[in-house]
């Protein structure tokens, strides 16, 4: 039997599981040229509650009472085209949320399930690998000696964007959500210091008793106060590196905050966001790097599994109260 | 005789005359290995606001009951330094406001009368048109056929900015204060479009209907909202450049706004401030290659000369007010 999960209606702030409907549906058969795949692992990410919203933006949105697309590891389990063998395993980025589909075979990347864990393709041998990988290459630009801040610092990105921070020589405190996450930072992760912003009155002072010699590179995943809060202790020359800003993603107005274009001026400060899909031509360098420091144990990773189809809807909304600790992916 | 203007008073706000103060003092003597200036043309920048706060920011700020120091044009009355000439004129980033000074000559250039009009030399010939070049070279990188929205487009910067955003081929508007100088950027300086802030209730629309193509540069003299609306238009990839944030220099609390990082995620935008002080290397390119498009009439300029050495403190505030067309400068 198969299953599919649609937009039912587009979230108004947080979404709800409301705003999705599981059908069951017929298994479909592939045509010739296609492959039929079964879906092992589904990749929940912040980003894609921007593709709820019926806006344009780097990615077309998500139609309503279509299915959801994403990153998805599959199985292969019938092929009519030669490329794709049975029993092989491939990463899809935009796969549909169903259980069994078809593929032209477009767009999916094969991998090997020797090398790594299945679910390590979607995140740091996947798209929040490079996106770590990328963002901290061409924007961050680390030097020896520098200090790193990171927010979300226990998750997905985060973690990888910290544990790069350690391999460039730099100092680098993460920022998360519970005394749990600050502990994983720090003795799994390897960084100098954590701050629990659940936990924190004041985090500008935090940043600044974390941070003696001032924030040189901060990664934002959360955008808000958080940002405020690294900006009032960013050095000259610093980089803000704006990876996503999920404290705002529900929000159904733009919120006010403190208006930074002074500090950007008399700090020289750069701000910039990014999309990993632009970078295409710096995925293969960006994965081979990435698979080098986990052979030589610099890179660790957590991940959140939850397994079940039907729970894919929830997962993604858990997403917004931090409750994964590193990548979420649902298992099939 | 001989006089000086002190910073009497930090400014609270907008500066008044009574934050300053006006000394006759002696006419100093030049020491062995020093020269005597006399002062021809003295700039008044609104950066030096910054400087009179008493907090860190790219340059120390100004003493109180110190005399205040810029950029000036001066001429050498006599000479105990053999590199200068009696006659000769020197420009200096930071001499004081003095009618007559002694240096010992570390830190002036020499200007050549003939060249162009000494007071081009602290304008588009100085810092002024060296902020334009540098700030579109390194963060603007400007291409064919862009849309380039410059505010404070009929001032000093901002008309240069503008120019070399024709030279490279792009569409460009210009935001200003007044019908005059919305004439004075499209007829003199050649911009294509030109929107008066002051007379236009909502800029987003405004700058939606000047920029049907949406705006791929925007070169930022003021903050605010002005900023709001240009980013409200930004293209993907679009890049702002933080010169200046002028509309907020006088705030004595920082102001709050709509927060703009979800907008530089989902439109990979770069925002950039810079100073040019620290593109020194860059200076002689900038300068030469202003120098011939002025000579190739591709580049024009304005200025509004203010006459009389106590008129300076007036001349300052009424930047503020945007009552200069082009580069401000005293003539003494």
Redesign the interface.
Known sequence: MNKEILLKSRPKGRPTKDDFKINEIDKPKPNDGEVLLKSKYVSVDPYMR?RMRDEK??VPPFQLNEPIEGGIIAEVIESKNEKFKIGEYVNGSNLQWKIFQTSTGENLQKVDSSQAPLSAYLGVLGLTGITAYVGLKNIGNLKEGETLVVSGGSGAVGSIVGQIGKIKGCKVVGIAGSDDKVETMQKKFGFDGGINYDTTDDMKKAIKEACPNGVDVYW?NV??ET?DAALANIN??GRII????IS??NETE??????????????????????VR?HQDQFAEGIQQISKWMNDGKIKYSETVVEGFENIPQAFIDLFDGKNEGKMVVKI
């Open positions: 921007g933006s780097y934002d955008g808000g940002l000259k020359h704006n990876c996503g800003a705002m993603y733009i919120p006010k905050g403190p208006r930074h274009e002074s500090t950007l001026v008399k700090k020289s400060v750069r701000m910039q966001g990014f999309i632009d």
